[in-house]
T-cell receptor, first 117, second 111 residues
């Protein structure tokens, strides 16, 4: 069964350090999403890619966060420098959108639990 | 502001009973609706999608959509302790394939 891959699963870093997360979407999925989820809340969209292009990064704190999907397949989300308030679950999801039946169904990877100390 | 509202719970249901989870949304033009299950410390898992008014059944799960009243619900029949999780409602309000998420309802199935 096709799955979204993410790594690492857990990351502990000190404040002001750099951290990076990697995501490999389900094969053939054109759209990739990075979310941040804080306990007790729904996922918050950080950035959306369609193929290699950014569709929406309006909620991405661009002074410290960056994201890329250079070849339109896997993607990296980076935080530099990390702050205490960045501690959260970082989720990657993918969908067939804009093509295909059930194109707006999003499938999530296992997530990366980030703790900033 | 496009919103999706869910009761945060916890909703406690005896094992074997029907669990009923509700969600309301603000954008009347919304076309796609989803229920995700999220176990503690895990990522959301898609369990149901619904696009048309009425009921959609998949095993023990039934999603119900009423666009006129702007609500979508999830029924879980013969509830099991393994159904204990947070259930997230998500809505696609337009064609940009971004979902608006509720904060989730925590469901507890008591043996």
């Amino acid at each position: 069964e096709a799955e979204v891959a993410q790594s690492p699963r857990y990351k502990i870093t000190e404040k002001s350090q750099a951290v990076a997360f990697w995501c490999d979407p389900i094969s053939g999925h054109a759209t990739l999403y990075w979310y941040r989820q804080i306990l007790g809340q729904g996922p918050e969209l950080l950035v959306q890619f369609q193929d290699e292009s950014v569709v929406d990064d309006s909620q991405l704190p661009k002074d410290r966060f960056s994201a890329e999907r250079l070849k339109g397949v896997d993607s990296t989300l980076k935080i530099q420098p990390a702050e205490l308030g960045d501690s959260a679950m970082y989720l990657c999801a993918s969908s067939l959108a804009p093509r295909g039946i059930r194109r707006d169904e999003q499938y999530f990877g296992p997530g990366t639990r980030l703790t900033v100390t | 502001q496009k919103e999706v509202e869910q009761n945060s719970g916890p909703l406690s249901v005896p094992e074997g009973a029907i669990a009923s989870l509700n969600c309301t949304y603000s954008d009347r033009g919304s076309q796609s609706f989803f229920w995700y299950r999220q176990y503690s410390g895990k990522s959301p898992e898609l369990i149901m999608s619904i696009y048309s008014n009425g009921d959609k059944e998949d095993g023990r799960f039934t999603a119900q959509l009423n666009k006129a009243s702007q609500y979508v619900s999830l029924l879980i029949r013969d509830s099991q302790p393994s159904d204990s999780a947070t259930y997230l409602c998500a809505v696609n309000p337009d064609s940009n394939y971004q979902l608006i998420w509720g904060a989730g309802t925590k469901l507890i199935i008591k043996p």
